[in-house]
T-cell receptor, first 110, second 115 residues
């Protein structure tokens, strides 16, 4: 079983739609969680950290459910520019090594 | 600031050839990393360096060597390239702080094809 699992998609949604991605992780001792964004043929960039209480950054909301070991990302009012691959990332317990999911591809159409 | 730079951007090798991928960062970060990204596999850590003068194996180190030349530069060497090493290679850097995660910044990547 992979340490971090994501639905690869693609998720095809119209502009203005709300879309949600989930991600599960296997190591219950994991402490820190993140969403990175990767545009086609580009490098990954940090989108947001995921805090236990949930957190919001504009149209983006991240949630963590430790009991079920999953992380979610909600995007409201999707824009064409949101089209990208979203990587779920977990910080390996007691290290600074990141464990990456394979990514979920989002395509927003007009 | 350029951030993290990588050279070359593209490379085609024949099986058995050797090459070195270069990475440099100008953010004064202590930690540097090399990853490879393959379809359906996600990014996987090859080697990392927690500070100048130290290197450690990651998840997939076989077939690679690294050198942390100084604080700025971290190179990845393929001594005898194999088709299985066809991939996109990303270098990253960060400044970890105890008890708190610090973002990893990635370079633009090197697309390597081994024939």
């Amino acid at each position: 079983r992979k340490e971090v699992e994501q639905d690869p998609g693609p998720f095809n949604v119209p502009e203005g739609a709300t879309v949600a991605f989930n991600c599960t992780y296997s190591n219950s001792a994991s402490q820190s969680f993140f969403w990175y964004r990767q545009d086609c043929r580009k490098e990954p960039k940090l989108l947001m950290s995921v805090y236990s209480s949930g957190n919001e950054d504009g149209r983006f909301t991240a949630q963590l459910n430790r009991a079920s070991q999953y992380i979610s990302l909600l995007i409201r009012d999707s824009k064409l520019s949101d089209s990208a691959t979203y990587l779920c990332v977990v910080l390996s317990y007691n290290t600074d090594k990141l464990i990456f999911g394979t990514g979920t591809r989002l395509q927003v159409f007009p | 600031n350029a951030g993290v730079t990588q050279t070359p951007k593209f490379q085609v090798l024949k099986t058995g050839q050797s090459m070195t991928l270069q990475c440099a960062q100008d953010m004064n970060h202590n930690s540097m990393y090399w990853y490879r990204q393959d379809p359906g596999m996600g990014l996987r850590l090859i080697y990392y360096s927690a500070s100048e003068g130290t290197t450690d194996k990651g998840e997939v180190p076989n077939g690679y060597n690294v050198s942390r030349l100084n604080k700025r530069e971290f190179s990845l060497r393929l001594e005898s390239a194999a088709p299985s090493q066809t991939s996109v290679y990303f270098c990253a850097s960060s400044e970890p702080r105890q008890g708190r995660y610090n973002e990893q910044f990635f370079g633009p990547g090197t697309r390597l094809t081994v024939l």
